[in-house]
């Protein structure tokens, strides 16, 4: 089966929860590859193959994922 890409809105508290999951493979078929939030400080607790956004038009322009999940308030 091939993989489904996700992408995640927020990287606050349950955006990093939903990130660490996933990320370790606890999800059949689903890897993280994109990730948008306001802070630019979130990138450097990213994975090399984890791209990350501040900006939402360049996260939805970017077509790097399948499926979003938003984890924001």
């Known amino acids: 089966?091939?993989?489904?890409?996700?992408g995640i809105i927020g990287f606050g508290t349950m955006g990093r929860?939903?990130?660490?999951?996933l990320s370790a493979n606890e999800v059949s078929n689903a890897v993280v590859t994109a990730v948008f939030d306001v802070?630019?400080?979130?990138?450097?607790?990213?994975a090399v193959?984890?791209?990350?956004?501040?900006?939402i038009?360049?996260?939805i322009d970017s077509h790097l994922f399948d499926?979003?999940?938003?984890?924001?308030p």
């Open 1 to 6: 089966m091939k993989n489904v890409r996700i």
């Open 67 to 72: 499926a979003v999940l938003i984890a924001t």
């Open 39 to 46: 802070n630019e400080n979130v990138a450097k607790e990213l």
């Open 57 to 59: 038009d360049q996260f």
């Open 17 to 21: 929860a939903h990130y660490q999951y």
């Open 49 to 55: 193959n984890v791209r990350f956004f501040s900006n």
